[in-house]
């Protein structure tokens, strides 16, 4: 076969890996390759918009590394990571939904006892974040392992200021008590902006988009004979829910981060600052 045109190229792609014995192979990249082809017949780019796409995608890969991870940030800002999240976790009754779960988050965090303060060297307002974990029937799941981790004051992951906070910082594991309730202490998350000193920066400034993130907490929580949560808890005062960068936010998510006078706390710790609470009662999904 050759000659191939606008209109015919597209069903001879297709035909040539009609014999493969990947079912599903098959039926990704055919549907990839009647995408892709109908996005260049709608764009019509020319030789050089072509060449700056690839030029694009090629710097987007060199800067990624150990730490950062550019092509996830650009599925983010596009809404693709979201969209996978949408068909992989249908909403529905009472559970809990997920969100993004973004580059910050650590392998095997350090495990802290209950009512620990996981805030190191970080600044920002005290937080005293509590909750429980039980599962879609109602039955609490003592022994789930609650995974967090969040943004200082300025906006900053403990990973991206290794050197300034000696260590991690911000983020902890904790094992819900035979109620399956948790609690610690941290700081108040505020707003930061999504990395924008790469490929997708610079994306986001050619389509008049702002980086930010509204402040939230993120969770990963596992219980056995459950489905893995991914998700966050955002600050219902931050300016930015309606607009988050990544199109994360879910109204179930969002609660209210209220502050408190110097006084009593529920743990019976005397605070002699301001401070914040911060709480959410998380339902798992039963796995299968
Ligand atoms: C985050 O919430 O940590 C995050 C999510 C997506 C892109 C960048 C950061
Ligand atoms: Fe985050």
Redesign the pocket.
């Known amino acids: 076969m050759r000659n191939f045109n606008e209109q015919t190229i597209t069903d001879a792609v297709i035909q040539r890996f009609s014999s493969s014995t990947e079912p599903r192979v098959k039926e990704i990249c055919t549907s990839l390759v009647k995408h892709l082809h109908d996005f260049v017949r709608d764009v019509r780019p020319s030789y050089e918009e072509w060449e700056y796409a690839i030029e694009f995608l090629t710097r987007t890969g060199q800067i990624c590394d150990g730490n950062r991870q550019e092509f996830?940030?650009l599925s983010?800002t596009l809404g693709v990571?979201m969209l996978v999240d949408a068909v992989n976790n249908p909403v529905g009754g009472n559970i809990t939904q997920s969100t993004?779960l973004?580059?910050?988050y650590v392998e095997n965090p350090e495990v802290f006892p209950l009512g620990a303060d996981i805030a190191g060297a970080m600044r920002g307002t005290p937080a005293y974040v509590s909750g429980s974990v039980s599962s879609e029937d109602g039955s609490p799941l003592g022994g789930a392992i609650v995974d967090v981790w969040h943004s200082d004051d300025d906006g900053f992951?403990d990973v991206q200021q290794l050197d300034k906070l000696g260590g991690n910082a911000g983020r902890g594991r904790f094992i819900a008590d035979e109620q399956g309730r948790f609690h610690f202490w941290t700081v108040k998350p505020t707003c930061y902006p999504?990395?924008t000193d790469g490929p997708v920066g610079e994306m986001l400034n050619a389509q008049g988009r702002h980086p930010w993130?509204p402040a939230?907490l993120?969770f990963m929580i596992h219980a056995a004979g459950h489905r893995k949560l991914v998700t966050?808890v955002f600050d219902r005062a931050d300016k930015y829910l309606d607009s988050d960068?990544?199109f994360?936010v879910k109204d179930e998510l969002v609660r209210d981060y209220p502050d408190h006078p110097p006084g009593v706390a529920p743990d019976g710790s005397k605070r002699d600052t301001t401070w914040s609470t911060i709480e959410y009662d998380f339902v798992m999904a039963k796995a299968g």
């Open positions: 996830v940030l983010d990571s993004v973004g580059p910050f992951y999504v990395p993130r939230h993120h966050h960068a990544v994360g």
